[in-house]
Structure formats: C-alpha cells, structure tokens
Nanobody, 117 residues
Framework: QVQLVESGGGLVQAGGSLRLSCAAS????????MGWYRQAPGKQRELVAA???????NYADSVKGRFTISRDNAKNTVYLQMNSLKPEDTAVYYC???????????WGQGTQVTVSS
C-alpha cells in the first residue's frame, strides 16, 4: 500500500501562486508515475499534470506554461507549482500515484484550491 498526503491548498487572488505538495509513504518503490488531478463542482475529475519516474512530464493544455510539476525522490514528494492562477483553476486537487500493476493505483484525500477574481 501507498499513502498520499497533500498540502498547500488555499485561497488566492487571480494572478497569484500556490504550491501543492504530495508526500508518499509505504511501498513507494512500486510507483512509477505521480500526478495531480482536479475536480471542480459539477465537473469530472481531470488530469492536470503528471511526472514519470524518468522525469518526463505531461500537462493539460489549460495549465501549460503556468503550472510546473516536479518530484523530490529523496523525500518521496511531488510538487505542483501553480502560477498565474485563474478563477477557473478553482477545484479540489488530488494527488495520484500509479504503479506497475493495475492494483497499484492510489489517491490522496484532496486539497481545496480557490482562486478569487
């Protein structure tokens, strides 16, 4: 099992920045991809950004150039630096860890990000 604990959400004005953190513990050696997803009220959960063990990254078009995902392997932590935030970025942000087996699929509890206009 892998446990994920997110932190760093909050309320920020449009144009501001936030950094989310997701600390993984447990059988972290089974994980090869970590990502951030978000879910706004009334909408489906969507991928925001992901990072693979080799360092390759993937971003949703809506956040390219504004968000940066990174990981600190020594701390088993993944970060999401969010700049130039917009009201439409308001959502609950979830950390996800994916491993080599189908059963290796873990979610954090979520952290609220609210961007005011």
């Amino acid at each position: 099992q892998v446990q994920l604990v997110e932190s760093g959400g909050g309320l920020v004005q449009a144009g501001g920045s936030l950094r989310l953190s997701c600390a993984a513990s447990g059988r972290v050696f089974t994980i090869n991809t970590m990502g951030w997803y978000r879910q706004a009220p009334g909408k489906q959960r969507e991928l925001v950004a992901a990072i693979i063990i080799g360092g390759s990254t993937n971003y949703a078009d809506s956040v390219k150039g504004r968000f940066t995902i990174s990981r600190d392997n020594a701390k088993n932590t993944v970060y999401l630096q969010m700049n130039s935030l917009k009201p439409e970025d308001t959502a609950v942000y979830y950390c996800r860890a994916i491993g080599y087996k189908i059963s290796d699929n873990y979610w954090g509890q979520g952290t609220q990000v609210t961007v005011s206009s």
